[in-house]
């Protein structure tokens, strides 16, 4: 968005996301949470181009939904700041050279932590977190 010459973004009014999103829910290409956390762009690049923009209009309402709730926020908060002061893999109990290894792995590391990493710092129970995020995109897409 542009306002007063300078350039803004506006999450909430991504419409490509909003229409990537909308499209899952209604073809059933909903990836379930516990699936999700651990993917990234190229298993979704894997995928037929429908089911990839899916993904990104999931991680679209998924960023959204945590915005949106202050428990969730707060814990978004307190993964940025971790992240930031390299303190994850003490804030988890995560041996610092076992974390640095699993760093090392690349993609696998995403595999391995993203669930692990929700869990301490967003929700611990994934799937009261997934009915109310679900029911968030619902919502945002008037499919509820």
Do not use: C
Not at 9 to 26: E, G, I, P, W, Y
Not at 84 to 105: H, T
């Amino acid at each position: 968005m542009l306002n007063n010459g300078t350039v803004t973004f506006t999450a909430k009014r991504n419409l490509a996301r909003f229409n990537d999103l909308r499209s899952a829910m209604v073809n059933s290409h909903w990836i379930p949470l516990a699936r999700l956390l651990p993917m990234d762009a190229g298993d979704a690049v894997g995928t037929t181009t429908e089911r990839a923009v899916g993904y990104y209009g999931q991680l679209w309402a998924l960023a959204g939904f945590i915005r949106s709730r202050d428990e969730y926020r707060a814990g978004l908060g307190r993964l940025l700041r971790d992240a930031e002061a390299g303190r994850i893999s003490q804030a988890m109990g995560i041996d610092p050279a076992q974390f640095a290894r699993l760093r090392g792995k690349g993609r696998a590391y995403n595999k391995e932590l993203s669930e692990p990493i929700f869990r301490h710092y967003i929700a611990s129970d994934l799937e009261t977190f997934e009915r109310q995020y679900r029911a968030y995109a619902e919502k945002i897409t008037s499919l509820r």
